[in-house]
């Protein structure tokens, strides 16, 4: 079921999510549907439980398809996954920055640092160890998705707030200024 996405400015975005104790509660397979289902209509590259008001460690991210969201056409594929109760390691001091936007913050899209590389760990709903080193787009994912499950905002990131703006307007700087090879910024 298309659940509705809390938008910035809601207090359950800003609070620290639960662990998953129970991977055979069925209300958790109903989430894990409600939030690709959710993620899928809009265009998402990924969705945290909390977004859809449910406080526990979930996140959904990736697609089935390389380079099948519209939303982020320059990147990377990255798997269609389910984590539960993720560990995020740093590999790296190394940071990036790369523009970033949250279906929680519509419209807009800002200049994020980010671990370039990374060990995710965590559970998939079946119980199988999740344990995957990533990079870039795809390590950028991870630690959105996974900020709010601790109640961070992308916003929140942002070094400088004049890289931070409406997508439609920010579109007219990619073709000069920001056209950098890391940069995937799109509508
Ligand atoms: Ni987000």
Redesign the pocket.
Known sequence: MIRPILRMGDQRLLSPSQPVDDLHAPSLRELITDLFDTMHAANGA?L?AP?IGVPLRVVVFGSAEPRDNPRYPDAGHVPLTVLINPVLTPLSFEQEEGWEG???VPGMRGLVPRFKRLRYQGVDPDGTAIDRTVQDFHARVVQ??CD?LDGV??PMRIRDLRNFGFSEVLLDRKSTRLNSSHVALSR
Do not use: N
């Open positions: 990924g945290a977004q949250c279906l929680s959105h998705e709010h905002l992308y």
